[in-house]
C-alpha cells in the first residue's frame, strides 16, 4: 500500500490519525481483517466504475481494526516522522485520533521567531492530538475540526494545518491537505457512518 494510500486511510477514519495503543486492544488477526476490508472496498469501487452495479454495499470497520492495521502493517508505509498512530470512533460522527509527529522540520520553515507565533515553540517528537467531526454525504467528505493538541497544550487550527500540509505532500498535491476544504471518498465510496466503535462504509 502506497504512502498516498495510507494518508487517505489515516484521513478517513481520523482527519489525521494521531498517541499510543493498549496492547490488549490489537491483534494481527484484526489487522489482517482490516487489509482485506479495504482491499474488498477497493475492488468494488473499481467495479462500479466498471458499471457493475448492485446496490448499496456496506463495509463495517470496526476501531480495534483499524488500530491494529496501525500497529502491524503501517510502520512500512506511514510517511517518516510519523508514528504510533490511533483512533477512536466516538459516534455520530466524531473521531479522536493520535499519534507522535516530528515537528522539527516544520518549525523550521515555519517559525517567525516572534513572541505570538507558536512555531517558536514547538520542535522534537511530540504526541500531537485531533478531535472533530467527520461529515460524508454523495461522495464527499470534510472534517469538521474541534480541537488540536500538541503535548496536551491546545494549538490553533493553523499549526494543525501545517503539520497534516507537510505530512501530505504527494507529487500530485504539492501543496498538501486542506484541512478546512471538502474532500472527495476513494472508491467510489457515498458515504461513511461514524457510530461508537465502528465507522461503516457505504458504497
Not at 479522536?96 to 521567531?113: E, M, N, Q
Not at 517528537?125 to 472534517?143: K, M, W
Not at 490553533?156 to 472527495?184: E, H, M, N, W
Request: charged share 20%.
Amino acid at each position: 500500500m502506497s504512502s498516498r494510500r495510507v494518508l487517505g486511510v489515516l484521513l478517513l477514519f481520523s482527519g489525521v490519525g494521531l498517541g499510543a495503543i493498549q496492547a490488549a486492544a490489537v491483534s494481527e488477526q484484526q489487522a489482517e481483517a482490516f487489509t482485506k476490508k479495504m482491499a474488498m472496498v477497493t475492488q468494488r469501487g473499481v467495479s462500479t466504475a466498471q458499471g457493475d452495479a448492485r446496490g448499496a454495499q456496506r463495509t463495517p470497520f470496526t476501531e480495534s481494526e483499524v488500530n491494529s492495521w496501525f500497529v502491524y502493517r503501517s510502520r512500512d508505509v506511514l510517511p517518516a516522522g510519523v508514528s504510533e498512530p490511533s483512533v477512536t470512533i466516538v459516534g455520530d460522527g466524531k473521531l479522536k485520533g493520535a499519534a507522535t509527529v516530528d515537528l522539527d522540520v516544520i518549525a523550521k520553515r515555519r517559525s517567525t521567531g516572534r513572541t505570538l507565533d507558536p512555531w517558536s515553540y514547538l520542535g522534537g517528537r511530540l504526541p500531537v492530538t485531533v478531535s472533530g467531526t467527520l461529515r460524508t454525504q454523495d461522495g464527499v467528505g470534510r472534517f469538521e475540526l474541534e480541537e488540536a493538541t500538541v503535548s496536551g497544550v491546545s494549538v490553533p487550527p493553523s499549526v494543525l494545518q501545517d503539520i497534516v500540509a507537510y505530512y501530505s505532500k504527494t507529487d500530485d498535491t504539492a501543496q498538501g491537505v486542506r484541512l478546512d476544504g471538502p474532500f472527495k471518498l476513494p472508491a467510489r465510496i457515498k458515504q461513511i457512518e461514524v457510530g461508537k466503535g465502528q465507522a461503516i462504509v457505504v458504497q
